[in-house]
């Protein structure tokens, strides 16, 4: 990884006092490239970006100007008339000043955000669009990262850092050529003691900044530490830990207090010392240019307070832009991540010629079929099985043996690597992606549910069902009872996202929603495993109902489940090992027959 963590110096020049908090700054790995795509991002809005180059430039013109005019009042000091002109002037440029920097935040807000509302919009559609297999490498909290905090990061350097960096650059440029103008020697002399004082701030900050970047390292575990413990204080009591877990905590914060004291001593006795040698360098130009007045090679007063003040200046954009640099660095950074994910390729697309669905009659055909998540590690092996339609078909086997895997190449979440699969006589990949997914009713084993109220939860996917039509796959699905006993009916908003359902509820909810869907092909997958018996058996027996004619597939390991199943297939190690009905199976005498009088017998 070429990402280094590391924090902003607590810079602190000309007597601009910084408490220095360690703030991470991430490194970009190909700054010039992102740049460019970022760039390519602002098409169309060029003309914009001129203006806020023009406006930047003017923007500095106040800072520059200043120090100028107030020395020729110095000078001028005698004729009252000149001053009040002289100051006239002034305030005329502060007004400008202002005005140029009002209209530059103005084109720089609607510039960015109309960038930034682009970048969201393409990568929230380009996410919509991603395979499954994205997802199983990243974790969700990182994608939302990318999603949330790093389009914000290139958002607020877009409207205001970027501004800002232009308007200090043209400011440094100008006051370095009036300081030229006014003295090419003493130029020379601040430039002399500006470099003494830069090479001093980067030997302090190297120190602060180690300290400042242990700090926040420290912090960070602290906070996992904290994090960890809310979300996991059910398992923390129940396994007694509070204990442990409040001595872990306290080495912690222990730890963390102890480096922050070191870093704030540090940056407390490290700024002060910084602000002196600053000053001194000060004094000693103020001197310098009090001999060369005494010795006549400068000529007023003017000039020397022109001088001294754009010393003072001159060094201030450079504090600035390193802040503002950091700042840019990480964004940028930000910038290359959301372009990592707007460079995964999309699901594929449709071919040309793509079939419709629009009559579906659930014929199934796998024909030696392999499958892998990732190239060396095959799931499914050389699969192949008729399963023609109206079949309902059970899928049992131990855990991990690839059930799920199974199903999900049915509904195309991901593409078989090897062989093919056949829906009514057709390559899945032939038809419409749409088309494909609502010939399929799916409870996918992980239930989902949105924090959305229960009705449209039952209706997701369909949200032109009436209500008779929920309330009837609500009753079919054995939901309605529980959810008639819930404080709004059918209405109560899922606020946590179901998490306030017990597991069963939650799964009774995801069929009813497959029940609706009335799709010709139904998919169940451990549809019943987290409800009790007399549930289960009331679910099968709808289920028997609503799988009538239609092909379906039940994944379940509580056997009892599917005995009336029409073909029982025995995945193990990614392979069909036993098929037939359960009287078949029974006969055969093989590992379904032992595995179903085992669970036969605990019961
Ligand atoms: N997204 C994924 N990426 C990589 N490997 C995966 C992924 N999903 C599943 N696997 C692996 O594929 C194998 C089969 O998993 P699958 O989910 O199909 O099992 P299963 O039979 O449904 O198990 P269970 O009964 O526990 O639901 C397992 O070894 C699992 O680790
Ligand atoms: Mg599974």
Redesign the pocket.
Known sequence: MAEKNNCAPPTNLNGISRPGKGRVVIKPKNMKGTLIRLWKLTKGKRKGLGWILLLSALASAASILSPYITGKAVTAISKQDMVVWILACLTGLYVCDWLVKFMQAFFMASIGQHMIHSIRETLFGHIRSLPLSFF?RRQHGELMSRLTNDVDNISTTISSSLTLLLTHGFTILGIFLMMIVLSPLLTLVALTGVSCIFVLTKVVTKRTRKLFSCQQKSLGALNGQVEESVSGLPLIKAFCREEEMECDFGKKNDELCRISIKALIWSGYLMPLMNVINNLCYVAIAVFSGILFLNGRIDSVGLITSFLLYVRQFTRPFVEIANIYNNFQTAVAGAERVFEILDEGPEPADCPDALSLASCRGDIEFRHVGFG??PD?Q?LKDISVKIPAGTQVAIV??????????VNLLTRFYDVTEGNILLDGHDLREYRMTDLRAAFGVVL?DTALFAESVKDNICYGHPEADMERIRQAARIAGADGFIERLPKGYDTILEQGGLELSQGERQLLTIARAVLANAPILILD?ATSSVDTVTEQKIRKAMLKICENRTSFL?A?RLSTIRDSDLILL?ENGQIIERGTHEELMDFNGQYAQMYRTQAGEE
Not at 397 to 406: A, E, R
């Open positions: 199983d998540y990732t590690q799931v086997g131990s855990t991990g043996s690839g059930k799920t895997t199974f084993q451990e994944i390991h995945i």
